[in-house]
């Protein structure tokens, strides 16, 4: 299957996104050119290290490119303060220059705290993110968004810092456990439900194939990628466009931060429960018809996923707590809430002026329906 190249056109930091299977195989020919120098660090997590790390380092070893390599705990945890000192100095240990490459080889944690850390290491090194997880390869790769969490909440430091390179191996996907997978699907819907009709069309007709189907899920990550990066090229720093891509997210944010950002509820699986929560407010408030929320609940639950506050496992906060921890987003603009609300689907837009009133029902209902 040939490879499809996605540009990100912005000046001097403009890149490619390149899509298909066995690019991990190709690294070493893929990044050389970048190259100053046939020497890399890569930062990735023990998962991935022991799934995927020797065929990087071959691929990379195959154009005579040495690699170093420093493997951090997989998990949300590792995208902190302790774990950017840990790969900052180690890069510094390593004699990481300026005009050198750090590749960032995991999921969304792995290519935040590299991304940050390239970004801060001798005030910014070039980067090439090579995305394993659905998730990552949709949504945080690209876009230069790079950051770590505090005890304050999620992504609150970090930089604006776009990769030298995305290379995006649809096949490693294929190793994903069935749960990831879903829940980096989450973050597919959003891009039919923000702003492509006819892609959400495709996938209630194609999704429940991409599993098992290489061109079917190449094509998912293709037009996801290509609509991130059309609002990215718009909207680099998020002034305007660019808060689309948080649909679903205010919701998201609230529910992660009520269950311990623990596997009770994944990000993506939040962005699902979001997404549906987002079309029913906005049904509530007379902007779209009650089909657009319909076909969004019955498209995730034939995928398997979570729908529902009930199919989150464990007890949450009652609907002024859930609403008191959506105030906490850094997404607040001067205390106003901001959800990203629909006209129906592939039309959405982002509002600063919901009740508080409309939101705390709509919780209050949500939260008394009856476990499934
Ligand atoms: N993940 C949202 C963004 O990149 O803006």
């Given at each position: 299957m040939a490879v499809d190249v996605v540009p990100v056109a912005l000046g001097a930091r403009s890149y490619e996104v390149r899509i298909g299977p066995g690019l991990i195989g190709r690294a070493g020919a893929e990044i050389l050119p970048l190259l100053r120098r046939r020497r890399v660090a890569i930062v990735t997590d023990e998962s991935v290290a022991g799934l995927h790390l020797s065929a990087l380092v071959a691929a990379l070893a195959a154009e005579g490119i040495a690699a170093t390599s420093l493997s951090v705990p997989a998990?949300?945890?590792?995208?902190?303060w302790p774990q950017l000192s840990r790969v900052v100095e180690w890069l510094l240990e390593e004699k990481i220059e300026r005009r050198d490459i750090v590749i960032a080889f995991g999921g969304g944690v792995v290519g935040d705290l590299v991304g940050f850390a390239a970004a801060i290491l001798r005030r910014g090194v070039r980067f090439v993110q090579i995305p394993t997880t659905l998730l990552a390869q949709v949504?945080?790769?690209?876009?230069?968004k790079t950051g770590i969490n505090t005890a304050q909440g999620k992504n609150l430091v970090g930089a604006f810092h776009q990769p030298a390179l995305v290379l995006a191996d649809?096949?490693?996907?294929?190793?994903?456990?069935a749960r990831d997978f879903l829940a980096g699907y989450g973050e597919v819907v959003k891009y039919g439900l923000l702003g492509d009709a006819a892609f959400f069309d495709w996938l209630e007709a194609n999704a429940p194939d991409l599993a098992r189907d290489a061109a079917k899920r190449q094509h998912a990550v293709r037009r996801s990628v290509e609509m991130k990066a059309g609002i990215v090229e718009r909207d680099e720093t998020e002034?305007?466009?660019?808060?689309?891509?948080?649909?679903g997210h205010t919701f998201c944010h609230a529910l992660e931060k009520a269950t311990g950002y623990?596997?009770?509820?994944?990000h993506g699986e939040g962005v699902a429960i979001g997404c549906a929560l987002a079309f029913e407010l906005s049904q509530r408030l007379g902007l779209?018809?009650?089909?657009a929320p319909s076909r969004v609940r019955a498209h995730l639950r034939a995928m398997g996923m979570k729908v529902d506050l009930?199919?989150?496992?464990g007890d949450l906060p009652g609907a002024e707590g859930l609403l008191d921890l959506m105030g906490q987003d850094k997404k607040v603009v001067d205390g106003q809430l901001r959800f990203v609300l629909a006209?129906?689907?592939?039309q959405a837009f982002v509002a600063t002026d919901v009740p508080r009133g409309a939101v705390l029902t709509l919780l209050q209902d949500a939260l008394a329906a009856p476990r499934g």
């Amino acid at each position: 299957m040939a490879v499809d190249v996605v540009p990100v056109a912005l000046g001097a930091r403009s890149y490619e996104v390149r899509i298909g299977p066995g690019l991990i195989g190709r690294a070493g020919a893929e990044i050389l050119p970048l190259l100053r120098r046939r020497r890399v660090a890569i930062v990735t997590d023990e998962s991935v290290a022991g799934l995927h790390l020797s065929a990087l380092v071959a691929a990379l070893a195959a154009e005579g490119i040495a690699a170093t390599s420093l493997s951090v705990p997989a998990g949300e945890a590792t995208k902190g303060w302790p774990q950017l000192s840990r790969v900052v100095e180690w890069l510094l240990e390593e004699k990481i220059e300026r005009r050198d490459i750090v590749i960032a080889f995991g999921g969304g944690v792995v290519g935040d705290l590299v991304g940050f850390a390239a970004a801060i290491l001798r005030r910014g090194v070039r980067f090439v993110q090579i995305p394993t997880t659905l998730l990552a390869q949709v949504d945080s790769s690209v876009g230069g968004k790079t950051g770590i969490n505090t005890a304050q909440g999620k992504n609150l430091v970090g930089a604006f810092h776009q990769p030298a390179l995305v290379l995006a191996d649809t096949m490693v996907l294929e190793s994903l456990p069935a749960r990831d997978f879903l829940a980096g699907y989450g973050e597919v819907v959003k891009y039919g439900l923000l702003g492509d009709a006819a892609f959400f069309d495709w996938l209630e007709a194609n999704a429940p194939d991409l599993a098992r189907d290489a061109a079917k899920r190449q094509h998912a990550v293709r037009r996801s990628v290509e609509m991130k990066a059309g609002i990215v090229e718009r909207d680099e720093t998020e002034e305007g466009e660019r808060a689309l891509l948080n649909l679903g997210h205010t919701f998201c944010h609230a529910l992660e931060k009520a269950t311990g950002y623990s596997d009770r509820l994944l990000h993506g699986e939040g962005v699902a429960i979001g997404c549906a929560l987002a079309f029913e407010l906005s049904q509530r408030l007379g902007l779209c018809a009650q089909e657009a929320p319909s076909r969004v609940r019955a498209h995730l639950r034939a995928m398997g996923m979570k729908v529902d506050l009930s199919d989150i496992p464990g007890d949450l906060p009652g609907a002024e707590g859930l609403l008191d921890l959506m105030g906490q987003d850094k997404k607040v603009v001067d205390g106003q809430l901001r959800f990203v609300l629909a006209r129906g689907i592939g039309q959405a837009f982002v509002a600063t002026d919901v009740p508080r009133g409309a939101v705390l029902t709509l919780l209050q209902d949500a939260l008394a329906a009856p476990r499934g």
